[in-house]
């Protein structure tokens, strides 16, 4: 059996079923000649960054690390973009690509670029395949140990020799964080991705103190319920709960809460605690923890947080202020928002895009559950909520994919839209548009700077909608989006609606929000 053979046969054991990329004529079409043998789907992507970013989506929902293939150079080039979007959100992958080998001779240079370093910081590390080194196992074993992210399999042909294994990580000493809540009257909880990761949505949704939850672990907890204060960026403003409810705590506790899942990362006006997997002296810095805990200690930690009840109404009485503001006005996208939930009566996944429209919907859409929600959290990656959008309705066709798109995400990857219509994927692409670069011509307003390059000439999209063979709508009013949505079958395929909105009230609905 060749090296491929069993690399194939290995991310079929892994439970590998889909894969994504753009091969070469080398050994990426071989390995893919080889996977053709087991009931593994490979999708041909357009760009080799969006085939990143999806298989990187697939991990995060399935468990399991997702897989990318490029060529080597400017393939793997290529990827980098999606490559840096799984480091920035962590997402697990392992990204498969041809290479020469370190010690190949000078005279090999076509296509020839230096891996280690275009990688280095997009990336946990990168190995090549060898007969006695690390397969496939252990390098999605190291994509998903925590934190998980990226890794690079280098496909250099016929190396034999050892390479070094995955590296450990380093766990922190435990602390006693129950003390610290018997302790408290009022504790507090901010969950991260961490909490998605280890399984503990059902702990959070039976505690009865205010839970707040980072934008990229949105739906860590049922949003519907009476204690989910909503996300905490730790740049909310006067109207968001994480400014009204959060300065009522005097004990924020952690569950996985870093830097990276957050805007603006600063000590509480309070003590704080944090259960985190890995020794991270910077993350303990940045809120100035007392204590941090690894995540064995987490079944005693939520014990202790069950016995404790207190600012539910505090939390209900924030959120119907906040949303009081959003919808009570004109049309807009907060309003947009409650009606795909309705026409689905739930049962819907959203991802968002970056831009002033994202802002307003991680504030109003109530997610009950991690895998119902998802854009950017961490990385504010304008344009990869296309790509994020195919690979959750690849992964789970039995309900539907909404996507929400601003003026400046909706082209970058607009090429894959092709994969939703190949497999009649049960998606919906809406643009939410002002004509702007909105959430950056708020900063022209204020001091008086050129919009010129901020202004799209043309933003409308629906002729190369059309060009797609898809159903394309152009929706103004509250009511034609209630219709048009009603109409739209799961089972027709995808279908693109543009909303426009004035662009005087749009750049300004954030006031008092962030």
Request: proline share 8%.
């Amino acid at each position: 059996m060749s090296d491929l053979e069993r690399l194939a046969r290995e991310i079929y054991g892994f439970g590998i079923t889909d894969v994504f990329g753009i091969p070469g004529s080398g050994q990426t079409l071989e390995l893919l000649d080889c996977l053709e043998q087991y009931p593994v789907k490979f999708h041909l992507a357009h760009f080799e960054g969006a085939a990143a970013i999806m298989a990187g989506v697939a991990g995060r929902l399935s468990g399991r690390p997702g897989v990318a293939v490029s060529i080597k150079g400017p393939g793997l080039a290529n990827m980098i973009p999606g490559l840096a979007l799984c480091y920035l959100e962590r997402f697990p992958l392992v990204a498969i690509a041809e290479a020469y080998h370190a010690q190949a001779p000078p005279s090999q240079a076509h296509k020839r670029m230096n891996h280690a370093a275009l990688v280095e910081a997009v990336t946990k590390g990168r190995r090549y395949l060898a007969e006695r080194g690390p397969g496939f196992t252990e390098m999605a074993e190291w994509a998903a140990a925590e934190i998980p992210g990226p890794v690079l399999l280098e496909l250099a042909g016929g190396k034999t020799e050892r390479e070094c294994g995955v590296p450990p990580a380093t766990c922190p000493a435990g602390a006693d964080l129950v003390k610290y809540i018997s302790q408290a009257k009022r504790p507090l909880v901010i969950a991260g991705t961490l909490a998605l990761r280890y399984g503990w949505p059902d702990q959070l949704n039976r505690l009865s103190i205010p839970v707040f939850s980072t934008v990229a672990a949105k739906g860590v907890v049922n949003e519907h319920l009476p204690h989910a204060a909503g996300v905490y960026t730790g740049a909310g403003l006067e109207l968001t709960p994480e400014k009204n409810v959060l300065p009522m705590a005097d004990l924020i506790v952690g569950i996985g809460l870093h830097p990276n899942e957050v805007l603006a990362a600063r000590p509480f006006h309070c003590p704080a605690v944090n259960i985190y997997p890995v020794d991270d002296p910077g993350c303990a810095a940045a809120f100035n923890f007392a204590a941090t805990a690894p995540p064995r200690e987490a079944a005693a930690v939520f014990d202790a947080l069950a016995r404790q009840s207190w600012g539910l109404e505090a939390v209900q009485a924030s959120r119907h202020k906040l949303e009081e503001k959003l919808l009570g006005g004109p049309f807009l996208p907060a309003r947009a928002f409650p009606i795909i939930e309705d026409a689905f009566q739930g049962a819907v996944r959203l991802v968002l895009d970056t831009g002033n429209f994202c802002t307003v919907g991680e504030h109003v859409w109530r997610s009950i559950g991690g895998d119902r929600f998802l854009c950017s959290g961490q990385g504010r990656y304008m344009g990869v909520s296309l790509p994020m959008g195919l690979a959750a309705s690849l992964y789970d066709r039995q309900i539907p994919t909404v996507v929400v798109a601003g003026d400046g995400g909706i082209g970058p990857f607009l090429a894959e839209m092709k994969i939703a219509v190949q497999n009649r994927l049960p998606l919906i692409l809406i643009l939410m548009t002002d004509g702007y670069f909105a959430s950056i011509r708020g900063r022209a307003l204020q001091d008086r700077l050129t919009e010129k390059p901020l202004t799209i000439a043309a933003p409308s999209w629906l002729s190369v909608m059309e060009g797609f063979r898809l159903r394309a709508e152009r929706v103004e009013t509250a009511e034609a989006l209630h219709r048009v949505l009603a109409e739209w079958n799961i089972h027709e395929g995808p279908m693109y609606i543009e909303i426009p909105f004035p662009s005087t009230p749009y750049q300004w609905m954030l006031r008092g929000i962030r």
